[in-house]
């Protein structure tokens, strides 16, 4: 009976088999949470990769970034894009380029403003929207993926027969555009009312001076301030007159003779440290569309990025 018992004990896999299989556990975890290869992160040259903690910003969350540079583009590939009025050089710049590099290709172009781009990509109307703006969680959550293409300086500008001379400071600029400031002599200027001209909510510059300039707060209502039917840049230069101030893109009106951009804490639209500057982005809805593929893989390529550059010179 003894000896039974004996056997009995001895009976299954000896201890060391238990320790060698707990010993594999613990390093197979060890690599899966520690030394497993983690998958990169590609983002466009000059757009610093999410780090732990600070996520992507809106409006880029989503994007992937598979788009490269396409070896050829099928002859007929035609490609429709609406959105941002600050967008036209660039869009422009990026058509010609496109279509020297794909013989037969086709860019559409039209600038109806931001917002009536990504409405129009939103029904179907269009392949790609380009916007000044973020995209908002709605339409994120619609599909819309928006990928940064450019940065941007946006411009406070006055008529060149402004009386007007001397800079704004930032909080001075935020305070006209919400009807706190209405008179130019408060600001070293002649005693006349500060016509402010205002572009429409469409604008995706709209949208974005209201989060770079006024903080996310609104325009004013005071009478003084005016605002364009129509997302259009040249009408808006042409209201300022002596007494006007307005905002654009800063490289539709660097070369204009008609008006002067105003210094905002001291610097001009150059500096490094001018304090308005934002990010430009095309939005689109279906990654594997042919035409989708071929313009985004031109536009983030080296080609694409010194089309956009030479854009703004």
Not at 14 to 26: A, E, H, S
Not at 46 to 51: I, K, L, R, S, T
Not at 120 to 143: C, H, K, M, Y
Not at 223 to 252: C, F, K, V
């Amino acid at each position: 009976m003894a000896n039974d018992n004996i056997s009995a004990k001895r009976s299954g896999p000896p201890p060391i088999v238990f320790i060698l299989l707990l010993l594999g556990l613990i390093g197979g975890a060890y690599w899966f949470f520690v030394q497993r290869p983690k998958s990169a992160t590609v983002v466009r040259p000059g757009v610093e990769a999410p780090q732990p903690g600070n996520p992507a910003p809106e409006g880029t969350a989503g994007a992937p970034a598979n788009f490269s540079l396409q070896p050829n583009v099928a002859a007929g590939t035609v490609v429709d894009i609406d959105g941002s009025t600050s967008m036209v050089q660039i869009n422009a710049a990026l058509k010609s380029g496109f279509e020297q590099q794909y013989p037969g290709a086709v860019v559409n172009l039209a600038a109806a403003g931001s917002e009536n781009g990504i409405q129009a990509l939103l029904v179907g109307d269009v392949a790609i929207a380009a916007s000044s703006r973020p995209l908002t969680a709605s339409e994120q959550a619609n599909g819309l993926v928006a990928v940064p293409v450019t940065s941007d300086r946006m411009a406070l500008v006055v008529g060149n027969d402004n009386p007007f001379k001397r800079g704004l400071s930032t909080g001075q600029v935020a305070q006209i555009f919400q009807g706190q400031l209405t008179n130019w002599a408060t600001l070293g200027g002649a005693d006349t009312t500060i016509r402010v001209i205002n572009r429409p909510s469409v604008s995706g510059t709209h949208v974005a001076f209201k989060e770079l300039v006024l903080g996310g707060g609104e325009f004013g209502t005071t009478p003084n301030i005016i605002t364009l039917n129509r997302d259009a840049t040249t009408p808006m230069l042409r209201e300022l007159g002596t007494d006007g101030i307005g905002y654009a893109t800063y490289s539709q009106v660097a070369d204009q003779q008609t008006v002067r951009v105003v210094p905002i804490d001291g610097v001009t639209p150059e500096a490094p440290n001018y304090p308005f500057q934002r990010e430009l982005y095309y939005v689109y809805k279906d990654a594997n569309s042919p035409a989708v593929q071929a313009f985004l893989g031109y536009a983030l390529s080296p080609q694409g990025q010194e089309a956009i550059a030479s854009a703004g010179n």
